[in-house]
C-alpha cells in the first residue's frame, strides 16, 4: 500500500507537482512543459492556502488522508533507482471520491473532485469528469482557474477547440487568479494553432511576449511568432533570461 503524506511545499518539485495536477494531452505537452516551470510558484501558493497541514476534526482529517492515498495512487512516487510504478487510476478514484465525500462543500473536497475529474479522464472517462470541472470552473474557489485549463484541454480532446480557447483566454486575462496567465496565452496559442487558425495563434503569442518579456516562455513563444509568420518589434526580440 502507498504510503500516506500530506503534502508540503519542500515536496512540490515543479515537473511532479504540475504533472500531478494537469494533463494537457500529447498536442499540448511541449508547451505546458514550457509553461510548469511558470505555474508552480502560483498553482503551490493557491493549494497551500487550502491548508493542508491545518485541518481539525476527525472527518477532515480522514478527508486530508484520503486525499494523500489518491495522490500516491494517481502518480506514485520514484523509487531509489529513479523508476516509479504505473498510477492505479481506478485505486485513485476511489480515494478521491471518498476524501470529497468526508469534506464535503470545503475547500479540501473541491480539491478532492477536481483530481477525481483528472482520474476520471485517465479512466477514459470524460463524460463523467466534465460536469465536475464545469461545476469548478464556474466558482470562485481556489481550485477554479485550474479547473478551467483542464476542462479547455477535456474540450480541445474532444474536438471543441472554440471553447477550450475561450476558457484559455478568460483565465489569461486574470492576473492573481490561481493560474499564470503567460502560460495560458502560451496554452491559447497552441489551440489555435492546432486548429489551423494561424493568425489567432500567432496573436496569442504576440501577446505573451508582450506582457510578459521576461517570462520563461517568452523566447519559446518569440520562435512561434517567427514560425507563424510573424515580426517582433526590436525591444521584444531578444532572448529571455
Known amino acids: 500500500m502507498a504510503t500516506t503524506k500530506r503534502i508540503n511545499r519542500k515536496e512540490l518539485d515543479q515537473d511532479e507537482f504540475l504533472e500531478r495536477v494537469f494533463d494537457l494531452g500529447e498536442w499540448l505537452e511541449t508547451n505546458w512543459k514550457q509553461a510548469a516551470g511558470v505555474a508552480v ?13 491545518a485541518w481539525r476534526g476527525r472527518t477532515l482529517n480522514q478527508a486530508n488522508v484520503a486525499l494523500g492515498q489518491g495522490l500516491e495512487l494517481y502518480q506514485p512516487q520514484p523509487k531509489a533507482d529513479g523508476t516509479a510504478p504505473p498510477p492505479k487510476m481506478a485505486e485513485a478514484h476511489a480515494a478521491f471520491e471518498k476524501a470529497a465525500k468526508l469534506a464535503g462543500s470545503r475547500p479540501l473536497g473541491d480539491v478532492a473532485r477536481y483530481y ?44 471543441d477547440y472554440d471553447r477550450a480557447a475561450a476558457l484559455l483566454q478568460e483565465v489569461a486575462g486574470k492576473t492573481g487568479a490561481g493560474f499564470p496567465p503567460d502560460a495560458a496565452l502560451s496554452m491559447l496559442g497552441a489551440v489555435r494553432a492546432r486548429q489551423g487558425r494561424n493568425d489567432e495563434a500567432r496573436k496569442a503569442y504576440e501577446d505573451l511576449v508582450a506582457r510578459y518579456p521576461e517570462s520563461g516562455l517568452a523566447q519559446e513563444a518569440r520562435q512561434r511568432v517567427a514560425e507563424l509568420g510573424g515580426t517582433l518589434p526590436a525591444s521584444s526580440s531578444g532572448t529571455t533570461r
Do not use: F
Open 41 to 53: 510558484g502560483v498553482v503551490a501558493v493557491v493549494l497551500l492556502g487550502v491548508g493542508w497541514n
Open 116 to 159: 477525481d475529474a483528472l482520474a476520471l479522464i485517465a479512466l477514459d472517462r470524460p463524460a463523467e469528469a466534465t460536469p465536475t470541472l464545469e461545476k469548478l470552473a464556474g466558482g470562485d474557489g481556489p481550485i477554479s482557474a485550474q479547473a478551467k485549463v483542464s476542462l479547455a484541454n477535456a474540450l480541445a480532446k474532444k474536438g
